[in-house]
């Protein structure tokens, strides 16, 4: 297989929307949709066309696009913004996509360019929503360059000062909502704790329900991007403290979805398939489509040790676990469809 085709196979099985691109032109128009919605393709389509990753929430990616490395410099210095070390690919022509993580606070973060005032030529530009990069594996029209993947590393949280330029609008409501499920969730949590004092803003110290504690060992916090922290100062694991008081260990956010991408995460790390069924009320949650690709997700981590039929066992028997609402009814439907044409 042509080297580039290779370097596009690795592409689309990390990323999870892609799209054909023309040179650096998308071919449909309305191709700014996969920046929210997933939308995989067949390889062979790239035989003949680029491949382009819509940024934004569908491939969790914002990503700064430097044209201009010297001026890039400079701005950096004097406006003290830091990259840290993330994803990298050089284009083609010259310049560099820096890939970091899209956040999954509620806001929107879109596109900015930022021109050199003198010159006018621009200096770099941040892809957020609405904006979408070539990738890797991918020939630039002008100079017949391969994009390559210049650092092979995570892609790394985005900086403040990339955030704060990206900013669509601040959603207020929004994050207001998810505040008030973190309270909820923070205050149960709390009540089922001994000892509970509170030491700051977002901040609260407990006797650790797992081991012997007479010291308050156990400090809970809400992190500057909404997660609730918890830590044993004898290390218990946080999966074991929350297990104590009858909670799972993803109940701790509040949107379904970054739940169930926080269990990815975890299984990611542990490969541990218990986890993937303990926590199985999450996926039970999920639509159609976004159960269909995170089933796809687990099964490239766990491979054989994901029993599809266990999961759809424990998908179904979750029902009893689900969020309902004054008139005892479920509030979101689970549909497992997906699962039986996997
Ligand atoms: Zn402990």
Redesign the pocket.
């Known amino acids: 297989m042509k080297k580039r085709l290779k370097v596009l196979k690795k592409i689309l099985k990390r990323f999870p929307s892609i799209i054909p691109v023309n040179g650096k032109v998308p071919i449909e128009k309305n191709w700014t949709k996969y920046c929210t919605e997933k939308r995989s393709l067949n390889i062979d389509v790239f035989e003949k066309y680029n491949a382009g990753l819509p940024t934004g929430p569908s491939n969790r990616i914002i990503v700064v696009d430097v044209d201009d490395r010297k001026e890039m410099k400079a701005l950096k210095e004097e406006n003290g913004w830091k990259m840290p070390e993330t994803f990298t690919v050089n284009t083609g022509g010259g310049g560099r996509h820096y890939y970091y993580q899209y956040p999954t606070d509620g806001n929107e973060y879109g596109n900015y360019g930022y021109r050199d005032k003198d010159s006018g030529k621009n200096v770099f530009d941040i892809k957020g929503i609405g904006g979408m990069v070539v990738a890797p594996g991918s020939i630039h029209p002008e100079t017949k360059e391969t994009y390559e993947i210049k650092r092979d590393v995570p892609i790394a949280p985005a900086p403040q000062w990339l955030l704060k330029l990206a900013l669509k609008k601040d959603s207020s409501i929004k994050p207001q909502m998810d505040n008030m499920k973190n309270d909820n969730i923070i205050s149960n949590f709390l009540s089922k704790l001994q000892g509970v004092e509170q030491t700051g803003k977002n901040r609260w110290k407990a006797l650790?329900?797992?081991?012997d504690?007479h010291e308050a060992?156990?400090s809970i916090s809400i992190g500057d991007d909404g997660r609730i922290l918890i830590h044993?100062?004898?290390?218990?694991s946080p999966e074991?403290?929350l297990d104590r008081v009858g909670m799972s260990w993803p109940d701790l956010f509040p949107k379904t979805i970054d739940r169930a991408i926080t269990v990815i995460d975890y299984v990611r790390e542990t490969k541990e398939p218990n986890a993937v069924y303990n926590s199985i009320r999450v996926f039970a949650e999920l639509t159609a489509a976004q159960l269909a690709s995170v089933t796809q997700d687990l099964k490239e981590i766990l491979g054989d040790k994901l029993n599809l039929n266990d999961f759809r066992k424990a998908v179904n028997e979750s029902e009893g676990y689900k969020t309902r609402n004054e008139n005892n009814r479920p509030i979101i439907q689970s549909n497992n469809r997906p699962l039986d044409q996997m």
């Open positions: 650790c329900p797992v081991h504690d060992s156990l044993c100062f004898a290390r218990c074991n403290i």
